[in-house]
């Protein structure tokens, strides 16, 4: 009974009039932004910051995070209709769902898109009502040694299985390190890397990072892709899959709510690997293949079921461990800071009213989204139209608007320009900026608790192989460290024996014929 108490008081909390409000207000513009191309929920939340300042800490985050698992369904509009994802997440939905709307079928693929993202995201709450807890009660015992480990491991795994080549990953992870350093050393006071500057002093603010990478940066990106400019596509009717469709999609939505949920826990996993292992996982184990890329019910059914359950589950790691597990909860991270709330293992009984209040929101706004996202397709098909030429000059204004506001400073409007620069040409250049802001947000945490580590151990690192969680960690960071070189040099084995055996085929087929 102790443990349904705060569940049922994060219900009542939900159920006020704001709170309700605001999660409606949430998955609206998170299924506007996923049905818009190149502005995702990393770059929308970015930009929504500053408002955040002005409202109660548990309103704004379930505001934030039903932007994000809206945004999860938005994506699928355009990946059906125009074979243009408007998220990530949903690349791969655009080789079967736009199959299906050449066949006339596009109302379907959306109908099996909206009930696998509701089942996947309420089975993945379901999972997060009840994992939750357990996590942050076994991360209590949590010292700076295994801190130190599991930001070390997050750093890793986000760089190295982010999209885009591991060694420009790793490049931009080492930059957030560095940015992170700047400012006064908390243990001895020094500044670094400041270059005399007193606004340097305290250290670079999260929200001009992150306003400027994931918010002019994407919109300058975006502008220069305009070229792909998207047809108008035709009437959706028949929203509602037939039995036979249910049916033959039911088994997709169970394997992805269950993968989706684990791989979100994952750092460095999340939606995108979701959607992507889930799609792989239906084509290798279908008895048919070759329908997949062909119009196959499964082939959308399963990734969008995939990357529900995964964005919801994604809270898991940052709630109850304070380690957000991809770009967009380093940005969720960020907000709980700016509100005075630090996530962690002390969140569930210290502030369980805006723990259980988010979880229990998530229930909400699944319903809400099931309810508008096939009676409201038409109208995110008219958004389709709108330019990028006039909706790129309005977004970037509120944008550098939103960083002024937040300590009335230019300096902050020039950090923003600067970091979208920044961000625009990271994008060019295939450097993904998630793992610059994943590590920026760990670095201080990372720096600190080596430190106190290192001044319990005596400065002796070997000390930390001497507790079994971060013993633990740290194996499990060298294998991922060491894993890619040993594959490297297997293949290159496997490839040399494969160009030898011909040659030494061929010498002995000589032999045979002159024999």
């Known amino acids: 009974m102790d443990f349904f108490n705060p569940v049922i008081n994060g219900f009542s909390v939900v159920l006020e009039p704001m709170n309700l409000l605001y999660c409606l207000i949430g998955v609206v513009i998170g299924m506007l932004i996923g049905v818009l191309p190149g502005l995702g929920p990393a770059a929308t939340i970015a930009i929504l910051l500053p408002l955040t300042y002005s409202v109660e ?11 994000f698992y809206g945004a999860q369904y938005g994506g699928t509009i355009t990946s059906v209709l125009l074979r243009l994802p408007g998220e990530a997440s949903s ?54 040694a295994e801190y130190s480990a599991l930001a070390l491991l997050g750093i890793l795994l986000v760089a190295t299985i982010s999209g885009g080549t591991k060694a420009k990953a790793l490049i931009a992870a080492a930059v957030g390190l560095l940015l992170a350093t700047v400012g006064r050393d908390v243990f001895t006071g020094e500044s670094r890397f400041t270059f005399g500057s007193l606004q340097l002093a305290d250290g670079i603010d999260f929200v001009p990072i992150a306003m400027g990478l994931f918010g002019l940066g994407e919109i300058l990106y975006n502008l220069e892709e305009r070229h792909r400019a998207a047809k108008a596509p035709s009437k959706v009717s028949n ?34 690997i979701a959607s992507m292992a889930s799609y792989a996982m239906e084509k290798k184990r279908a008895k048919q293949p070759e329908r997949f890329g062909k119009g196959a019910p499964e082939g959308v059914a399963g990734p969008e079921t995939a990357n529900n359950a995964a964005a919801t589950s994604s809270f898991i790691p940052l709630l109850t461990l ?33 723990f259980w209040g988010v979880v229990n929101s998530m229930y909400i706004g699944n319903i809400l989204l ?11 098909v008219r958004i389709l139209r709108v330019r990028a030429a006039i909706l790129a000059p309005i977004t970037a204004l509120i944008t550098l608007l939103g960083a002024y ?28 900026p998630g793992p610059l802001v994943l590590a920026f947000v ?61 040659a030494g085929n061929g010498t002995n087929q000589n032999i045979k014929e002159k024999v």
Not at 110 to 138: K, Q
Not at 370 to 380: A, H, R, T
């Open 239 to 272: 929203v509602w899959p037939s039995r036979s469709d249910l049916k033959q999609a039911s088994g997709a939505i169970t394997r992805g709510s269950v993968l989706g949920f684990f791989l979100g826990i994952l750092p460095g996993g999340g939606a995108t």
């Open 57 to 67: 800490p548990v309103t704004a985050i379930i505001m934030l995070a039903g932007i």
């Open 91 to 144: 690349v791969v939905t655009v080789f079967d769902g736009y199959q299906m709307a050449r066949q006339g079928r596009a109302g379907t693929a959306l109908g099996l898109a909206a009930i696998g993202s509701f089942i996947g995201g309420t089975a993945a709450i379901i999972g997060l009502t009840f994992l939750a807890p357990v996590v942050a009660g076994f991360a209590l015992d949590f010292g700076p």
């Open 370 to 380: 099931l309810i508008m996202s096939l009676p409201l397709v038409g109208i995110f």
């Open 442 to 502: 760990l670095g201080e945490l990372l720096e600190s608790s080596l430190r106190r580590s290192l001044l319990v151990f005596g400065g002796d690192p070997t000390g930390f192989f001497t507790r079994p969680i971060s013993a633990t960690l740290l194996v499990v960071f060298i294998l991922v460290a060491v894993l890619p070189g040993i594959r490297s040099m297997l293949a290159k084995r496997k490839g040399t024996t494969a160009a030898a055996a011909p």
């Open 405 to 432: 506001t937040i300590n009335n400073s230019m300096f902050d409007v020039t950090l923003v320009v600067f970091f979208g620069v920044l961000g625009y040409l990271m994008k060019k250049f295939g450097f993904e």
């Open 322 to 354: 304070g380690i957000p597990a991809n770009a967009t909860m380093a940005l969720m991270f960020g907000a709980l800071l700016i509100q005075g709330v630090t996530p962690g293992p002390q969140l569930v009984e210290q502030n369980p009213d805006l």
